[in-house]
């Protein structure tokens, strides 16, 4: 990919506008998981309004078209535990009274288990062969994975990032990446929470005090961006 000024979109946010060299920049789609966003899986067994999460499907669906038809990166998330559990802490496992806990027969497999159906990403957003999954234990999308090393590889500087929820693995991975030395954007319509207020005070606490973990822009503001400045070589 090409690195010159033809590359560069600036992204209408909050707190200020951003600009981004697109061949440094990945796109990162946070859990869009089957056992979040549908009914019978984790986020069900929680006592969640599972329908809460589906507005962020549409527009992470078009950043995601138009970072294809750009050359961008594109990076998937996935939480969940080895089939054995060993990789799930038993203050995890054993946390609070859901219906199911993590590991547990549910109508999509065994709950938040690598390799059972609801572990899976939504049909909608399912991912390229081309394109990269991470499989992770926690709420951070840099703890006990790659992505660090998939990061440097291909000589990523910024991120884009989308998913669920807001304020849990969206926001845990935007502050392991603001401490690595990324600049973090956040699409505020491709974030949601099972609570609404969560969202929106997960939203604020990103670009608090000057972006003090990153900026925030709505899907349109970077469809835009990446529309006026010329697609990647």
Same mark, same amino acid.
């Given at each position: 990919?090409?690195?010159?000024?033809?590359?560069?979109?600036?992204?209408?946010?909050?707190?200020?506008?951003?600009?981004?060299?697109?061949?440094?920049?990945?796109?990162?789609?946070?859990?869009?998981?089957?056992?979040?966003?549908?009914?019978?899986?984790?986020?069900?067994?929680?006592?969640?309004?599972?329908?809460?999460?589906?507005?962020?499907?549409?527009?992470?669906?078009?950043?995601?078209?138009?970072?294809?038809?750009?050359?961008?990166?594109? +990076?998937?998330?996935?939480?969940?535990?080895?089939?054995?559990? $060993?990789?799930?802490?038993?203050?995890?496992?054993?946390?609070?009274?859901?219906?199911?806990?993590?590991?547990?027969?549910?109508?999509?497999?065994?709950?938040?288990?690598?390799?059972?159906?609801?572990?899976? +990403? +939504?049909?909608?957003?399912?991912?390229?062969? $081309?394109?990269?999954?991470?499989?992770?234990?926690?709420?951070?999308?840099?703890?006990?994975?790659?992505?660090?090393?998939?990061?440097?590889?291909?000589? +990523?500087?910024?991120?884009?990032?989308?998913?669920?929820?807001?304020?849990?693995?969206?926001?845990?991975?935007?502050?392991?990446?603001?401490?690595?030395?990324?600049?973090?954007?956040?699409?505020?319509?491709?974030?949601? $929470?099972?609570?609404?207020?969560?969202?929106?005070?997960?939203?604020?606490?990103?670009?608090?005090?000057?972006?003090?973990?990153?900026?925030?822009?709505?899907?349109?503001?970077?469809?835009?961006?990446?529309?006026?400045?010329?697609?990647?070589?």
């Amino acid at each position: 990919m090409a690195n010159s000024s033809d590359s560069v979109g600036m992204i209408v946010a909050e707190p200020e506008p951003i600009a981004l060299d697109w061949t440094k920049t990945a796109l990162v789609i946070i859990d869009m998981q089957r056992d979040f966003m549908e009914p019978g899986g984790f986020g069900e067994t929680l006592g969640n309004d599972v329908s809460q999460l589906a507005r962020a499907v549409q527009p992470i669906g078009s950043v995601l078209s138009a970072a294809r038809d750009a050359g961008m990166l594109v +990076i998937h998330t996935r939480e969940g535990h080895l089939p054995d559990l $060993s990789d799930a802490p038993p203050a995890k496992v054993e946390r609070g009274a859901p219906s199911l806990r993590i590991g547990d027969p549910g109508p999509m497999g065994r709950i938040l288990i690598r390799g059972e159906a609801g572990h899976d +990403i +939504i049909p909608e957003l399912y991912p390229l062969d $081309s394109e990269i999954v991470i499989d992770k234990p926690g709420k951070g999308a840099f703890y006990a994975t790659e992505m660090g090393d998939v990061l440097q590889k291909y000589g +990523i500087e910024n991120l884009l990032v989308c998913g669920v929820t807001t304020e849990v693995c969206v926001n845990t991975t935007v502050r392991e990446a603001n401490d690595r030395g990324y600049r973090c954007v956040v699409i505020s319509d491709g974030c949601a $929470s099972y609570f609404p207020e969560f969202h929106e005070m997960g939203l604020k606490m990103i670009k608090a005090q000057g972006g003090i973990f990153g900026w925030v822009a709505s899907s349109a503001a970077v469809l835009e961006a990446l529309e006026t400045s010329k697609t990647l070589a």
